[in-house]
């Protein structure tokens, strides 16, 4: 079992930034993919970014450009840089961490944290 605590989150002004993080911690032996959600109220919750094991990145169109995802192998930690944040960035915030064994996916997810931000 792997247990995700996310951090990082609060209130910020419009074109603020803010920097998530996701530590995995518990049985872990092959994390896959790390990723990013987000889910707006009264909306379905969205892919925001992804790295992969081997470094690869992919972003949501709505923040390519504005929020950097990587990742620490060592730590088993996910980051979200998040810069020119808008109000449409408000939002909680859920880390995904992907395991993968033998012919077995396991997703585990955190416990989200909150991103407003204020025009």
């Known amino acids: 079992q792997v247990q995700l605590v996310e951090s990082g989150g609060g209130l910020v002004q419009a074109g603020g930034s803010l920097r998530l993080s996701c530590a995995a911690s518990g049985s872990i032996f092959s994390i896959n993919v790390m990723r990013w959600y987000r889910q707006a109220p009264g909306k379905q919750r969205e892919l925001v970014a992804g790295?992969?094991?081997?470094?690869?990145?992919i972003y949501a169109d709505s923040v390519r450009g504005r929020f950097t995802i990587s990742r620490d192998n060592a730590k088993n930690t996910v980051y979200l840089q998040m810069n020119r944040l808008e109000p449409e960035d408000t939002a909680v915030y859920y880390c995904?961490?992907?395991?993968?064994?033998?012919?077995?996916?396991?997703?585990?997810w955190g416990q989200g944290t909150q991103v407003t931000v204020s025009s």
């Open positions: 995904n961490v992907q395991e993968i064994l033998g012919a077995f996916i396991y997703d585990y």
């Open positions: 790295v992969a094991s081997d470094g690869s990145t």
